[in-house]
C-alpha cells in the first residue's frame, strides 16, 4: 500500500531529526567529557609543581583552569587550592609585610624619640631617620626569620603597635598629663600637653601595643579572627565618637566613650569570630557594608541639612549599622 506524500514526508523528517539527535548526543557528550579530562591534566600538573614548592606556576594553572574550564571539577578543585595557599607561600608574604611595616614604624621612631626629648637640633631628626628605617627593617628581618609567622600573628604586631599609640595618646589626655593650669586672680586657664608630652605618650603606647602584639603572636592567630579583631577596634571607635556625640558627650567623657568602646569593639570581636567561623574575606566584605552605610548617611546629611545635631549624627551611625547587619547577613554562606 502506497502512502501519502505528505505523510512520507514527515516521516523522512522525523527520522533524520531522530537520527541527527542520537549522533549529536554522544558528539556533545564527548565534548564535555574531553573538556573536563583537559581541566583535570592542568589540574595534576599544577598540583604537581606545587608539591615541587613551584608555587608561581602552579598558582598560574590555577587560574588558567578557573578561566577556561569553569564549572568543571577541576575548577573547583583548582578555587580550593587558591584559597588555601601553601604554609610557606603565607610565611614569605607575612615576612614581607612585617619587615615593610617595621621599616615604616622604625622612620617613624627615628623622628617621634628626639621629640619626646625635646630636640631642637636637626641633626637628631636626620640620625633618627638614617638609623631608624634601617634599624627596623634589620629587627623585622630578623624576628620573622627565627620562626614561622603567619598572616594573623604579623597582623597582631602591627595592628598592635598602631593601636598602643592611640591608647598611649588616650591615657596621657585623661590622665591630664602635661597640662598645666595658670590662675589670674579668679580666672584658671588649663594649657594642653606640650609637643613633648605627645611624643612620649606615642612612643611609649607604641613600644607597649609592638610588644603586647609580638607576645600574643607566640600563639597561633588566624587571619580571619585578626582581621574581625582589626575591624571590630575602628568600628568601636567609631561608635564611640558617634554614640558620644549624640549624648552630648564633651571633652574626656568623650575621649573616654571612644577609648572603651574602641577596645570593647577590639576584644569582643577577638573572642567571637572563631565562633563565627570568620573569614578574612567576610571580615572584609561586612566592613566595607557598614562604610557604604555611614557614607550613604552622610550623602544624606549634606542633602537634607538638619538642623538637629543629634540627627546630623544619628543618619550616619543609624545606617552604618545596618550596613553590617546586612553585610554580616549577606555573606552568612
Given at each position: 500500500m502506497?502512502?501519502?506524500s505528505r505523510l512520507v514526508t514527515r516521516l523522512a523528517a522525523f527520522i533524520l531529526l531522530f537520527t541527527a539527535v542520537n549522533l549529536a548526543s554522544?558528539?556533545?557528550a564527548q565534548a564535555q567529557a574531553t573538556r573536563a579530562d583537559s581541566a583535570s591534566v592542568l589540574l595534576q600538573a599544577g598540583q604537581t609543581f606545587q608539591s615541587e614548592g613551584r608555587w608561581g606556576v602552579a598558582e598560574a594553572l590555577y587560574q588558567y583552569i578557573l578561566e577556561h574550564f569553569s564549572?568543571?571539577?577541576?575548577?573547583?578543585?583548582?578555587?580550593?587550592?587558591?584559597?588555601?595557599?601553601?604554609?610557606?607561600?603565607?610565611?614569605?608574604?607575612s615576612r614581607v609585610e612585617l619587615m615593610v611595616w617595621a621599616t615604616t614604624f622604625g622612620a617613624w621612631m627615628g623622628v617621634a624619640i628626639p621629640g619626646a626629648f625635646g630636640s631642637n637640633e636637626a641633626g637628631a631628626y636626620g640620625a633618627g631617620l638614617l638609623l631608624g628605617g634601617p634599624a627596623g627593617f634589620l629587627g623585622a628581618r630578623s624576628y620573622s626569620r627565627s620562626r614561622s609567622l603567619s598572616p594573623g600573628q604579623v597582623r597582631a604586631i602591627t595592628f598592635g603597635s598602631l593601636w598602643g599609640s592611640w591608647q598611649g595618646y588616650g591615657l596621657m589626655e585623661l590622665l591630664?598629663?602635661?597640662?598645666?593650669?595658670?590662675?589670674?586672680?579668679?580666672?584658671?586657664?588649663?594649657?594642653?600637653?606640650?609637643?613633648e608630652t605627645v611624643m612620649k605618650a606615642l612612643v611609649l603606647g607604641g613600644v607597649a601595643g609592638t610588644v603586647g602584639g609580638a607576645l600574643l603572636a607566640r600563639k597561633p592567630i588566624q587571619r580571619g579572627r585578626a582581621t574581625a579583631a582589626t575591624f571590630g577596634?575602628?568600628?568601636?571607635?567609631?561608635?564611640?565618637?558617634?554614640g558620644g556625640l549624640f549624648a552630648n558627650l564633651e571633652g574626656d567623657e568623650l575621649l573616654a566613650s571612644t577609648l572603651l568602646l574602641g577596645n570593647a569593639g577590639l576584644v569582643g570581636t577577638a573572642l567571637m569570630a572563631p565562633r563565627w567561623e570568620m573569614s578574612r574575606n567576610r571580615a572584609r566584605l561586612i566592613s566595607i557594608a557598614g562604610v557604604i552605610g555611614g557614607l550613604a548617611g552622610t550623602g544624606l546629611d549634606l542633602m537634607i541639612q538638619p538642623n538637629d545635631d543629634k540627627t546630623a549624627i544619628g543618619i550616619p551611625l543609624a545606617l552604618s549599622i545596618a550596613g553590617l547587619l546586612t553585610g554580616a547577613r549577606l555573606t552568612s554562606d
Open positions: 502506497l502512502l501519502p554522544p558528539i556533545q564549572g568543571t571539577p577541576a575548577a573547583l578543585s583548582a578555587r580550593a587550592a587558591l584559597d588555601e595557599a601553601p604554609a610557606e607561600v603565607q610565611s614569605m608574604s591630664g598629663l602635661g597640662k598645666s593650669e595658670h590662675c589670674y586672680l579668679d580666672y584658671c586657664d588649663i594649657e594642653d600637653p606640650d609637643g577596634a575602628f568600628w568601636g571607635t567609631w561608635f564611640g565618637v558617634a
